[in-house]
């Protein structure tokens, strides 16, 4: 049997009963279930605020056009960012009209706090994080440069639902932080996020941009007190970014798994450090932080063939993945071809090797032969 890079995993019969409810009451929509998981997650996370939205995508977008509106940026104002991410994190500074400074990363592939502060000028806004892998990399070191400097901290913890930092969930030293449960993402549904401000009244906004800028949710126009339902205002050009029920019941039934389902994924990069470690000359991992318990998203190796591999291991069946290829090798973000040697090098001898709940001993340990095999000769 193939043994692939990501394969989400559900509790089939707790889904389906939180979806049964929303099916029987007749409210599929948002409210209700988002509600509830939007409690759920501030409980979790002991974040301030957290509004469910329909993608994790649409939640940098958003982060970004309120933090210039309400700041007062100007367009061609300058967001450090890095070239190693998802090309969602890139594209919400762009489609605000800002400017992304890309600064170069280190050994935990998250940014480098002494190549971003560098980079910073008068017309610097804000930091853009990304927490790799689940890796907090040097994100205490970035909260101070933020503190120093003036700047916002936007953190796109797609990947690090259940890390923690010395025992607590980070972000709280953020402006914003985004999380994705998308279907591959630690905590999945089909799609959704959660975007969470720090300011109240960023959280207010936010919620009613993410629908057409209407200021009274849905679910309050519902309640049976008489009112006048259709009389709501509209304060904002906004856009249909909300989550919906029948998600959020996904959601908060997977939030109930997801530090077990971390605990697992964790074993299984122990799993492949314990097989690969006697290669060192060879096999590069990826350096975590004191205190950093990360959420494992990923577990990454560095090679020097690294698509020789890949095509060996596909061979055999197994389907290892690249997070990433950096940002400045893609047409829109070419202006900064070749400033971030360490994300080039990253780039081109990243691999991301299998890691999901479905995944055996046996499994781990046959990628291990397989990688062995392929370096040895
Ligand atoms: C998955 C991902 C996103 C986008 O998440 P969606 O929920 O799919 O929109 C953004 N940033 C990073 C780093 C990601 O991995």
């Not at 889904?15 to 279930?33: A, D, Q, V």
């Not at 649409?58 to 056009?65: D, H, I, P, R, T």
């Not at 890095?82 to 919400?92: C, D, I, M």
Request: hydrophobic letters at 40%; charged letters at 25%.
């Amino acid at each position: 049997m193939a043994i692939q890079l990501f394969v989400p995993t559900f509790d089939v019969e707790g889904c389906l009963n939180e979806i049964r409810e929303c099916l029987e009451k007749g409210w599929t929509g948002m409210g209700f279930k988002t509600i509830e998981f939007e409690e759920m997650w501030k409980d979790y996370t002991g974040l301030r605020n957290a509004h469910y939205l329909n993608s994790a995508t649409v939640g940098l977008n958003l982060a970004f056009e309120i933090m210039k509106e309400e700041y007062e940026w100007f367009d061609d104002d300058e967001v450090i960012t890095t070239p190693l991410t998802f090309v969602s994190t890139n594209h919400a500074i762009l489609l605000a009209k800002l400017n992304p400074v890309f600064a170069d990363i280190d050994d935990t592939l998250c940014l480098d706090p002494e190549s971003v502060e560098k980079l910073i000028t008068s017309k610097t806004r804000a930091i853009l994080y990304v927490g790799m892998g689940g890796n907090t990399g040097e994100y205490i070191k970035i909260v101070k440069i933020c503190e120093k400097y003036g700047l916002k901290l936007v953190l796109d913890a797609a990947h690090m639902a259940g890390t923690r930092l010395n025992g607590e969930i980070p972000g709280k030293e953020a402006e914003v932080v985004n999380y994705s449960f998308q279907a591959v993402k630690n905590l999945p549904t089909a799609d959704s996020g959660m975007i969470c401000f720090k300011r109240n009244d960023f959280d207010i906004i936010a919620r009613k941009k993410a629908w057409l800028g209407i200021s009274k949710d849905t679910y309050a126009r519902t309640e049976p007190v008489g009112s006048y339902k259709w009389k709501y205002d509209v304060e904002y050009v906004g856009n249909k970014y909300h989550g919906n029920s029948i998600m959020a019941a996904i959601a908060l039934t997977q939030l109930k798994r997801l530090d077990y389902d971390n605990a697992y994924r964790k074993q299984i990069s122990q799993w492949y450090r314990d097989g690969l470690k006697a290669y060192g000359d060879k096999i590069k991992f990826i350096r975590i932080p004191y205190g950093c318990e990360s959420s494992c998203h990923l577990f990454q190796i560095m090679v020097e063939d690294r698509d020789g591999l890949m095509e060996y291991l596909n061979k055999h069946d197994i389907f290892p993945g690249v997070h990433y290829v950096e940002n400045t090798q893609y047409k829109m973000y070419s202006y900064a071809e070749g400033t971030c040697p360490k994300a080039s090098y990253a780039s081109d001898h990243i691999l991301t090797l299998p890691i999901h709940m479905r995944l055996k001993y046996e499994d781990i340990q046959m990628v291990i032969k397989r990688i062995v095999e392929f370096i040895s000769n």
